[in-house]
């Protein structure tokens, strides 16, 4: 991946925090010219206020000084791909998340590093634009709702037990309002155990 830093470093550099973009569609700039703005304040937003849960937390040690994690602008063809490859769903989708969180050999060389590498969110264009409009969302908003969900779930954060939903849910929706965007499961009339994001 080309993880040039698009973003504002200094405003990441104070949190520790270190944000890779990768653009693998041209179109992401003339659906969202400002999708660079969007990706800054979404992600920054679930990081301070999300924060790692629980069971992640002990993988954070004083050693580690930065954290970074990447954001992959794609197609429905790409994610087609990796959703097929790495989770058996042979079927293009909005937002897929890999968390190395779980993984040893990353704990391991995050403690030599002084660096926590959360992992990769992938977001489909084509997907993301069909879904706001089917569910009468504005496009800035829908994005910003699959980074902030995608960010938690880099953190530690999952929707398999009706608990781990309420809180994920929960914790969508305050960061979500701190940056201006209603409630999407209201206008979803649904739920994230029950598949409102299907990542």
Avoid: C
């Amino acid at each position: 991946m080309d993880h040039s830093l698009d973003l504002d470093s200094k405003a990441f550099s104070a949190l520790g925090l270190e944000i890779a973009v990768e653009t693998r569609d041209v179109l992401w700039g003339e659906n969202l010219p400002h999708f660079r703005a969007l990706i800054h304040r979404s992600v920054i937003s679930a990081y301070v206020f999300g924060g790692l849960s629980s069971e992640a937390s002990s993988v954070k040690s004083t050693l580690i000084s930065e954290t970074e994690l990447s954001i992959v602008l794609s197609n429905d063809q790409d994610v087609q791909a990796l959703n097929s490859e790495y989770r058996g769903k042979d079927k293009p989708t909005n937002v897929l998340s890999f968390s190395t969180l779980d993984d040893p050999a990353e704990e391991k060389l995050a403690l030599q590093r002084g660096v926590l590498s959360l992992g990769d969110i992938v977001l489909s264009r084509e997907t993301l634009i069909r879904e706001a409009k089917e569910q009468s969302k504005r496009l800035e908003d829908h994005f910003t709702h699959l980074l902030v969900h995608g960010v938690l779930h880099l953190l530690g954060y999952d929707h398999l037990s009706e608990d781990e939903a309420l809180e994920m849910e929960g914790l969508e929706v305050e960061i979500l309002n701190r940056l201006g965007v209603k409630n999407p499961y209201e206008l979803e009339g649904d739920r994230l155990l029950d598949g409102a994001i299907d990542e």
